[in-house]
């Protein structure tokens, strides 16, 4: 049976009809796609964002889902269109930066096929133009290759330092900030492993929070808390409350976790 889900997520936001003009693109070529949105309120331009929702997406989604993930400040220049085969799922994305993240989510990527952007497209929004059509073919059956050559060209990355271990200190950094406010790290629930929750030490701008959390609801309302986030990353938040705002902290700060027992 053909893949017929399809994913969109987006820094347009919701005030124009891009958005919409990208569903029409689809269901244009096929009728019975199921779109499903996202996010289209990724900040502009920013591609971190994007990479950390694209790790998201792939772990939720069961195999043969659709992903098409436009955040794309280069639209019109030379880089380059990829189609990704990754665990079973498909991503047409800008090759930018967008790919950064993914081998800390899944175990499998299949390989990268470059597309051939040839024809009459706008070159301004090869989001409806180019990707979402893109996507349909797929959910109809086709397969990448039509499309565009196998490539063993590297994919662009973002310059995102991993968390290290340097003695019994794991160094660390912001790598994303939700809806709520809550603030998640680059530093994975496996390197925790084998620590006591409760002697664990984080530490973030000129706060200290003293051990790890199972809940947000285990501290009182408007305390901050530290605990593994559903993204299986070490997260600092706050009970009913903007961890970002009480901390002021921003994408890239670091963060430092001391391992005590």
């Known amino acids: 049976m053909s893949a017929r889900r399809i994913t969109l997520t987006t820094d347009f936001g919701e005030y124009d009809t891009y958005v919409a003009q990208m569903k029409g693109a689809i269901l244009s070529r096929n009728p019975s796609a199921t779109i499903i949105d996202g996010t289209h309120k990724i ?21 043969g889902s659709i992903h098409v993930v436009v955040v794309d400040p280069g639209v019109g220049s030379d880089r380059r269109i990829v189609i990704a085969s990754i665990a079973g799922q498909f991503v047409v994305a800008p090759d930018n930066g967008l790919f950064t993240l993914v081998s800390d989510r899944v175990e499998q990527v299949v390989e990268f096929h470059h597309l051939d952007e040839s024809g009459s497209v706008s070159s301004t929004f090869h989001g409806r133009d180019i990707m979402a059509p893109v996507a ?8 990448p290759t039509d499309f565009g050559p196998v490539t063993d060209e590297p994919l662009i990355t973002i310059d995102l330092p991993p968390a290290k271990l340097t003695g019994d200190i794991i160094q660390g950094s912001v790598r994303a900030i939700d809806g709520f406010g809550n603030v998640t790290t680059n530093i994975a629930e496996s390197m925790l492993h084998g620590h006591e929750p409760k002697s664990l030490v984080v530490e973030i701008a000129e706060r200290r929070l003293e051990g790890l959390h199972s ?3 285990n501290i009182a309302a408007g305390e ?5 986030g ?16 009480i901390i002021g902290c921003h994408v890239g700060d670091e963060v430092r976790v001391r391992c005590t027992g």
């Open 43 to 63: 900040p502009r331009h920013d591609i971190t964002r994007g990479a950390v929702l694209l790790g998201e997406l792939l772990a939720a989604f069961p195999g």
């Open 136 to 143: 349909a073919d797929l959910s109809l059956g086709r397969e």
């Open 215 to 217: 809940t947000y609801a």
């Open 224 to 228: 901050l808390l530290a605990l593994i």
């Open 230 to 245: 559903s993204s299986n990353f070490l997260e600092i938040a706050a009970n009913q409350a903007s961890a970002e705002k």
